[in-house]
């Protein structure tokens, strides 16, 4: 059978610390390394994108603070530049990660031109968009209209496709592909890592990576951490996508202060989860949680609340234990248990590693986008 021909795709994502934005980047990444063009739209160059990749652009999208408005406005010239980049480049597919506001300025895009120059749109959920501001009468409406005016939408999980359903009303088939990650090497070696962040050989080092806003419940896991006794078994470390700051005063309250380390804009993350023992998440709500695959990917294991799309990712007592929200105390029993218990821990990491690599590596899901472009575009063309 002949091969298909390569397409030309824009993606336009957030740039900042955010699951969709990482998603995004290692997609565009992964798409232009199996021959494919891709063209990045958004104000910034988003900061997980290999710069050195062949067959991968940037387009930033400039904004201009006009008098007039007292808010400056991102959603027009997002849409102008994403027309733009569509007709100098013949885009066939605007990819559209997160709804808000990317779905609704690739719709208008889409229909500023003129029929032939004119790609498919597919939007992908990520989560907060359907989850919180799909529950915001300000915003529901102009989002389901995105959805419905999409070429193909998709989320990245079965709880997020029946949470659109459910939430937004919306009646397009969405179909769900799930997220993948795929390791960088690493920089610097595990025993430098433990090293800088002052864990010693007998310590295990329990780690969290998010943007710690406040769905994240920063809040419950460091209450959890302050229930352990014997604190001088573990250290963690805080990736921080986002200001530590708010939760230093809980932090120097619960005594944590020898037991905490934040490190804040980390580029290589990868040099961090390979130096992990015990990974910890507390979120409210969670449509996947990449962190938790990133971990995975490495053979460590997470305890994590049973929420949203985890279960999904991990299977409770067999490559992670999952907790009840909002619960500091099942929380610091189920790190206690991984603490106390290295051959649990082993084999709860190597169950998360399979899973990883046999659910959610780029070879299984990448595959599953372009399916989804190609069936949209010949669909358009019928
Ligand atoms: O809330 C976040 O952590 C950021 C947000 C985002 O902007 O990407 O994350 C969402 O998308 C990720 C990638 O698909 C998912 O792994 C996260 O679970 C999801 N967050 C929520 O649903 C709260």
């Not at 565009?28 to 900061?47: K, M, N």
């Not at 889409?110 to 501001?133: A, F, I, N, S």
Request: with cysteine; glycine share 6%.
């Amino acid at each position: 059978m002949a091969e298909a021909a390569p397409l030309r795709i824009g993606i336009v994502c957030y740039p900042s610390v955010g699951g969709s934005g990482i998603l995004a980047s290692g997609l565009g990444d992964e798409l232009a390394a199996r021959g494919h063009e891709v063209h990045f739209i958004s104000y910034e160059r988003p900061f997980r994108l290999d710069p050195g990749r062949e067959r991968v652009f940037f387009h930033p999208v400039e904004i201009n603070s006009y008098e007039l408005f007292k808010y400056p406005d991102y959603t027009l010239p997002l849409s102008v530049k994403l027309a733009e980049v569509a007709q100098a480049f013949e885009l066939d597919v605007i990819h559209a990660h997160y709804a808000v506001p990317h779905a609704t300025a690739a719709i208008l895009a889409r229909e500023m031109l003129p029929p032939q120059h004119r790609p498919v749109v597919v939007t992908t959920l990520h989560g907060t968009d359907t989850t919180l501001l799909g529950r915001d009468p300000g915003y529901a409406p102009a989002i389901r209209f995105a959805l419905e005016a999409s070429d193909a939408i998709s989320a990245v999980s079965e709880f997020l496709r029946q949470e659109t359903h459910k939430l937004l009303g919306v009646a397009k088939d969405i179909t769900v592909v799930h997220n993948f990650f795929e390791a960088r090497p690493a920089v610097r070696s595990r025993d430098a890592v433990r090293q800088e962040l002052g864990v010693r050989e007998d310590q295990k080092l329990l780690l969290h990576l998010s943007n710690l806003r406040p769905i994240k419940r920063i809040d419950v896991m460091l209450n959890a951490l302050a229930q352990l006794e014997n604190r001088d078994r573990f250290k963690m470390v805080v990736l921080a996508g986002g200001s530590f700051t708010p939760y230093q005063g809980l932090v120097d309250r619960l005594g944590l202060s020898d037991t905490i380390v934040v490190r804040e804009s980390v580029s290589v993350v990868e040099d961090y989860l390979q130096a992990a023992d015990i990974g910890v998440f507390t979120s409210d709500s969670e449509s996947f949680c990449l962190s938790l695959l990133e971990l995975a990917a490495f053979a460590c294991p997470s305890v994590s609340t049973q929420v949203g799309g985890i279960p999904e990712v991990v299977e409770d007592g067999e490559s992670a234990l999952l907790v009840p929200a909002g619960n500091s105390e099942a929380v610091a029993l189920a790190v206690e248990r991984l603490l106390e218990d290295e051959t649990l821990t082993r084999r709860l990491g190597e169950a998360a590693r399979t899973r990883a690599v046999e659910r959610f590596c780029p070879e299984k899901i990448v595959p599953e986008y372009e399916a989804l472009y190609r069936r949209v575009l010949a669909e358009s063309k019928r």
